[in-house]
């Protein structure tokens, strides 16, 4: 840059000169003299970006060659490798066709885990570690525990959202493994800690695959105590429900989910923490409606503080 401005200086003042002097020039017949001084300014001043500009180009060469020769080396250590070595197991099937349970299942609601083991990478550690128990058909089963003592693995399980490194768990006489995650998922119902509501109206939200009339989701409406607010509601069942539900409250949104519950008649209900994030009145609306509705049904109850499971 300082070469650029003491050559730079030098052409300026030529340029002025020349403009100046232009009379003079012409007089004298000095205009190839003075164009050529011009031109000889000009390839000084230019010299020191042509250097700038053939190292730049130098550096991109190289930079470019070494680019090729890492991702050829690269290709060739992927090709090399055993075949599946970055091929990662795939997620079961939603539906398997030969092997699908009956469309009363399950009839009972009973549970067995037997030696059930959970880990959630291939080489990490056992989260659960030999689990084997039994929830009786119709029993209201409790899970309590601190904070990471595997209470929402042991649900997830059942859900088959993660896999069992060993082990098994058997609904009814069937093992969960062996069915689809759709026949699975849509027999068992569940109330999460953090509702789940989608992007639609109340009807989609209670019954997003259209099995029930609009006097069944009624009636579920109120027993979970929401009737009169959807009425009140100028589309009623239409009413909108905007994205995780954020135009209704947090007790609302939990009702919605146990109005769900309702409407598939689970014989297996799961309550993750259902009601850690709720108000007192909307905990006994739940609480109620659970110990009537379900009164024959196998609940699994899950907190990390007693009072919470009392009734099971």
Known sequence: MRM???????????????????????????????FNKNLDLIDINASAFFHSFASNEWLIQRLETISAVVLTAAALCIVM?????????????????????????????????????????????????????TFKEGHKIGIVGRTGSG???LISALFRLVEPAGGKIIVDGLDISSIGLHDLRLRFGIIPQDPTLF?????????????????EIWEVLGKCQLREVVQGKEDGLNSSVCEDGSNWSMGQRQLFCLARALLRKS??????????????????IMQKTIRTEF??????????????????
Request: net charge negative.
């Open 267 to 284: 014989r297996i209900l799961v309550l993750d923490e259902a009601t850690a994030s709720i108000d007192n009145s909307t905990d006994l």
């Open 295 to 312: 009164a024959d049904c196998t609940v699994i109850t899950v907190a990390h503080r007693i009072p919470t499971v009392m009734d099971c």
């Open 81 to 133: 490798f055993p075949p599946g070595t970055f091929t990662s197991e795939s997620e079961a099937e939603e539906i398997v066709e030969g092997n699908r349970p009956p469309q009363n299942w399950p009839v009972a609601g009973k549970v067995e885990i037997n030696d059930l083991k959970i880990r959630y990478r291939p080489d990490g550690p056992l989260v659960l570690n030999g689990i084997t128990c």
């Open 151 to 153: 209470k929402s693995t």
């Open 199 to 215: 992007n639609g109206t109340v009807k989609y939200n209670l019954d997003p695959l259209s099995q029930h009339t609009d006097q």
């Open 4 to 34: 650029n401005g003491t050559t730079k200086s030098s052409l300026a003042n030529h340029v002025n000169e020349t403009v100046a002097g232009a009379v003079t020039i012409r007089a004298f017949e000095e205009e190839d003299r003075s």
